[in-house]
């Protein structure tokens, strides 16, 4: 099967419309799933976003589009239904988190990311939610994470930014980014060390 790709301008010239219905349809396709792994280079995955976290990040989708912010409250509310997937005791997610996704203070207000990462912390006591966090920079000699990933069981990859997303089907394309994901799990800290590292940066926030 050939992996898709799609530019959002290509879809509906009312992005505002488009934003709660992508949000929707994201989710409909989490749930053909039961096992999530996530690399993110960025931010904060979507599974676990604050509402107010959520609303900065897509907001500032928006703003780089040149675009108003309208809609964006109704996407949020349709993005924070993917964490219920965590507690219907089907769904398992493993995140790793770089250390510029647990340090980007998106839409500019530092509270906003305390409060995030302080649900981070919270979730990382969740059965279903393995979290771990990488300690510097460095991401190994063979590796060069270039994006933010999802593998959803071993079936797809989503790929995604602000200006397309793409899914990843063909199985030996899956296969090196679960290589890739595997790889960052074994430089990534865990539990206590994990925890470190981001209270580390909440005390930078106050």
Same mark, same amino acid.
């Given at each position: 099967?050939?992996?898709?790709?799609?530019?959002?301008?290509?879809?509906?010239?009312?992005?505002?419309?488009?934003?709660?219905?992508?949000?929707?349809?994201?989710?409909?396709?989490?749930?053909?799933?039961?096992?999530?792994?996530?690399?993110?280079?960025?931010?904060?995955?979507?599974?676990?976003?604050?509402?107010?976290?959520?609303?900065?990040? %897509?907001?500032?989708?928006?703003?780089?589009?040149?675009?108003?912010? #309208?809609?964006? $409250? =109704? &996407? @949020?509310? /349709? +993005?924070?239904?993917?964490?219920?997937?965590?507690?219907?005791?089907?769904?398992?997610?493993?995140?790793?988190?770089?250390?510029?996704?647990?340090?980007?203070?998106?839409?500019?207000?530092?509270?906003?990311?305390?409060?995030?990462?302080?649900?981070?912390?919270?979730?990382?006591?969740?059965?279903?939610?393995?979290?771990?966090?990488?300690?510097?920079?460095?991401?190994?000699?063979?590796?060069?994470?270039?994006?933010?990933?999802?593998?959803?069981?071993?079936?797809?990859? %989503?790929?995604?930014?602000?200006?397309?997303?793409?899914?990843?089907? #063909?199985?030996? $394309? =899956? &296969? @090196?980014? /679960? +290589?890739?994901?595997?790889?960052?799990?074994?430089?990534?800290?865990?539990?206590?060390?994990?925890?470190?590292?981001?209270?580390?940066?909440?005390?930078?926030?106050?």
């Amino acid at each position: 099967m050939a992996n898709f790709h799609q530019r959002y301008a290509d879809i509906t010239p009312d992005f505002a419309a488009f934003l709660a219905e992508h949000q929707r349809n994201v989710l409909v396709n989490y749930k053909t799933a039961t096992r999530y792994r996530v690399f993110d280079i960025v931010g904060i995955p979507g599974f676990l976003q604050t509402p107010e976290y959520a609303r900065a990040m %897509l907001s500032s989708i928006r703003r780089a589009k040149g675009q108003t912010t #309208e809609g964006v $409250d =109704i &996407a @949020v509310a /349709e +993005r924070r239904k993917r964490e219920e997937l965590l507690h219907d005791g089907e769904h398992t997610l493993d995140i790793v988190l770089s250390q510029p996704a647990i340090r980007h203070v998106i839409g500019g207000d530092p509270a906003v990311l305390a409060g995030q990462l302080l649900h981070v912390l919270t979730a990382m006591d969740w059965p279903s939610v393995t979290i771990g966090v990488m300690r510097d920079f460095n991401y190994g000699p063979n590796l060069w994470p270039q994006d933010t990933f999802y593998i959803l069981d071993s079936a797809q990859v %989503l790929l995604e930014n602000p200006i397309e997303h793409t899914k990843v089907l #063909e199985p030996e $394309d =899956i &296969a @090196v980014y /679960e +290589r890739i994901f595997q790889s960052l799990t074994e430089l990534a800290a865990y539990g206590d060390e994990a925890k470190y590292l981001i209270r580390d940066v909440l005390d930078s926030l106050t």
